[in-house]
């Protein structure tokens, strides 16, 4: 569910807590593509990272934990930024650029880099490290706000989607939102996932699905642009509630880990 940056966010910050394995953290990435590698976007970023710079050799993952740990990493956060939206990025520069092209990103809470991943063959996944232009102002919202946000977009939208015949009547939708879940990838979570985490995840993830199918959806009837643009406003709302759901899902699961850890000490 969600995206290979959900995936290492929550899974490095279990490793760095002592709550995984750095082994089944690697292997967790691999939902998402048979190979990966990470490089850094320059050289300050590879001389902080002790990491090649793009266009040289790449190195494994497991470089890029074993760098976290002696760097003093405390956790990471899920970031979900679309054009228009870069909040949680740090302002602008080339991290900016690339996480708005991937749609995602790893900012490494107080270390002021991030990564964002790009697959660049099938089944190869390249990693990047990019420096911050400042540190991010973390944005806090509770799980509990997300699902309220979600339920609003959905009803909202709900009218949308019956004219568009893929909330209800469309024949058929049921079987191509199961196919459509099917395929998506489905990565496993460590020990101690909160649920309520993965409950919202699951959430997204199936309205996700209808919104994937609303926008592959020819709009009926609809044949002037204004009338395509309406469309689209009117499913950006619940796009955007998804993107919320997400992020505070996958920030909260990475600040359970952190406070288990620090309850523990």
């Known amino acids: 569910m969600c995206c290979p940056s959900a995936t290492l966010a929550v899974w490095s910050s279990a490793w760095l807590h002592g709550a995984a394995a750095a082994d089944n953290a690697l292997d967790a990435l691999l939902a998402w593509g048979e190979a990966h590698e990470v490089v850094a976007a320059d050289a300050a970023a590879g001389e902080s990272f002790d990491l090649p710079v793009t266009g040289n050799v790449p190195a494994a993952p497991a470089r890029l934990l074993a760098v976290l740990r002696g760097s003093g990493a405390t956790g990471?956060?899920?970031?979900?930024?679309?054009?228009?939206?870069?909040?949680?990025?740090?302002?602008?520069?080339?991290?900016?650029?690339?996480?708005?092209?991937?749609?995602?990103?790893?900012?490494?809470?107080?270390?002021?880099?991030?990564l964002v991943p790009q697959p660049i063959a099938e089944g190869l996944v390249r990693w990047t490290v990019y420096g911050l232009a400042n540190e991010p102002a973390p944005e806090h919202v509770s799980l509990a706000e997300a699902e309220h946000g979600l339920t609003d977009a959905i009803r909202d939208s709900a009218g949308?989607?019956?004219?568009?015949?893929?909330?209800?009547?469309?024949?058929?939708?049921?079987?191509?939102?199961?196919?459509?879940?099917?395929?998506?990838?489905?990565?496993?979570?460590?020990?101690?996932?909160?649920?309520?985490?993965?409950?919202?995840?699951?959430?997204?993830?199936?309205?996700?699905?209808?919104?994937?199918?609303?926008?592959?959806?020819?709009?009926?009837?609809?044949?002037?642009?204004?009338?395509?643009?309406?469309?689209?406003?009117?499913?950006?709302?619940?796009?955007?509630?998804?993107?919320?759901?997400?992020?505070?899902?996958?920030?909260?699961?990475?600040?359970?880990?952190?406070?288990?850890?620090?309850?523990?000490?």
């Open 76 to 114: 990471a956060r899920l970031v979900l930024p679309v054009p228009g939206d870069v909040r949680g990025l740090g302002g602008g520069g080339p991290f900016t650029e690339a996480a708005v092209r991937a749609g995602e990103a790893v900012v490494l809470t107080g270390l002021r880099h991030g």
């Open 160 to 265: 949308a989607l019956q004219t568009l015949d893929v909330a209800s009547d469309r024949p058929g939708v049921r079987a191509e939102l199961s196919a459509a879940l099917r395929s998506r990838p489905r990565p496993d979570w460590p020990p101690g996932m909160p649920a309520r985490s993965l409950r919202v995840l699951q959430r997204a993830e199936e309205v996700g699905a209808i919104l994937r199918l609303a926008h592959a959806d020819e709009p009926g009837g609809a044949l002037s642009a204004s009338a395509v643009n309406r469309r689209a406003d009117a499913l950006r709302p619940l796009a955007d509630a998804i993107r919320t759901a997400r992020c505070a899902a996958v920030n909260e699961a990475v600040r359970t880990f952190a406070d288990q850890a620090n309850r523990s000490s």
